[in-house]
């Protein structure tokens, strides 16, 4: 009974963990090669530094089939996009001022970030 209650503790504190504290690196975003994978419920990489004032396009690649990265949701730009599943998706930024912009899929539980400096 005690190790049920040890394994529970455990997975309750992975959970809160992954959903609430877990901070990715920042990664500064290259232009010519980055590709943001949408896989096993994360977005790699999470946090993106952009220079300010410069028109950028993303690209994400979904390669989780869960129905919830189906759609890539910018709330501070007005942007939702539905991803394809094993292509490629193109998200034209426009110019950001410095910041940071969350975006996410429609239930928040993928996550991510755009720093802007």
Known sequence: ???????GLV????????FWLYQPKPQVF???????????GVYLP???????NQAVQLRFLREDEAACSQTLVIPDLGISV????????????????KGEYAFHC????????????
């Not at 290259?30 to 096993?40: A, E, F, G, L, P």
């Not at 429609?106 to 400096?117: I, P």
């Open 1 to 7: 009974m005690i190790l049920v209650n040890l394994i």
């Open 11 to 18: 997975l309750i504190a992975f959970i809160v963990w992954w």
């Open 30 to 40: 290259d232009t010519q090669h980055q590709v943001i994978k949408v896989n096993s």
């Open 46 to 52: 999470a946090k993106l530094m952009l220079k300010a």
């Open 82 to 97: 539905d991803l394809s599943l094993g292509k490629e998706t193109r998200v034209d930024l426009p110019p950001l001022a």
């Open 106 to 117: 429609q239930m928040q539980m993928y996550r991510g970030q755009l720093l802007v400096a």
